[in-house]
């Protein structure tokens, strides 16, 4: 399977822990997303990576989210000190911009986060 | 603010019937508009749309973009159960700008047999 994937795809966790999820985005995309998706919404955008370049974040990014991309392919994103809130399907989507500016983005399947 | 608005929320037709799923959009910097399907994971690409009045086409769906009047539409004809699904609606930006996907909360398909 060629495309984007996540792991863990369900993760459990109680109040007050850390998780840490991770995207594997298609092998040639340079770009790389993180979006948040609640029940009844569209997805958010969290946070983006050109290559190992994080070029923007959003103001739903609170400092208990860190996200990384070291070496411009798999990344990370870490939710320290959970809160029920927290509770949401993660989706990381990649893209490979053309000199045309075309940025089709492509969703792996979603870690669901369950904060009890 | 930018906004994208999605409607129906809802929808349930029977299959063979022909819906047609709305999108408006405020948006700045718009580049492109883009349709997903999403079952029970993640949004899986439809179309993407950057032109006005060229109508994009992939089976049974079909999608239109009109830049002056700020909307989108998707058809569907002799839909199916397999079709049943929701369908989001998400707009991107010019490159230099923010690359961000800004999502309508999506219209919820229902087929029935």
């Known amino acids: 399977d060629t495309g984007v994937s996540q792991d863990p795809r369900h993760k459990i966790t109680k109040r007050g822990q850390n998780v840490t999820f991770r995207c594997d985005p298609i092998s040639e995309h340079n770009r790389l997303y993180w979006y948040r998706q609640t029940l009844g919404q569209g997805p958010e955008f969290l946070t983006y990576?050109?290559?190992?370049?994080?070029?923007?974040k959003s103001r739903l990014l609170s400092d208990r989210f860190s996200a990384e991309r070291p070496k411009g392919s798999f990344s990370t994103l870490e939710i320290q000190r959970t809160e029920q809130g927290d509770s949401a399907m993660y989706l990381c989507?990649?893209?490979?911009?053309?000199?045309?500016?075309?940025?089709?983005?492509?969703f792996g399947p979603g870690t669901r986060l369950t904060v009890l | 603010e930018d906004k994208v608005v999605q409607s129906p929320l809802s929808l349930v037709v029977h299959e063979g019937d022909t819906v047609t799923l709305n999108c408006s959009y405020e948006v700045t910097n718009f580049r492109s508009l883009l349709w997903y399907k999403q079952e029970k994971k993640a949004p899986t690409f439809l179309f993407m749309l950057?032109?006005?009045?060229i109508e994009k086409k992939s089976g049974r769906l079909s999608s239109i973009l009109d830049k002056k009047e700020l909307f989108s539409i998707l058809n569907i004809t002799a839909t199916q159960t397999g079709d049943s699904a929701i369908y989001l609606c998400a707009v991107g930006r010019y490159r230099g700008a923010t690359n961000k996907l800004i999502f309508g909360t999506g219209t919820l398909l229902a087929v029935q047999p």
């Open positions: 989507a990649s893209s490979l911009v053309y000199a045309s500016g075309s940025d089709e983005q492509f």
């Open positions: 990576f050109q290559n190992e370049a994080q070029l923007e």
């Open positions: 950057t032109s006005s009045g």
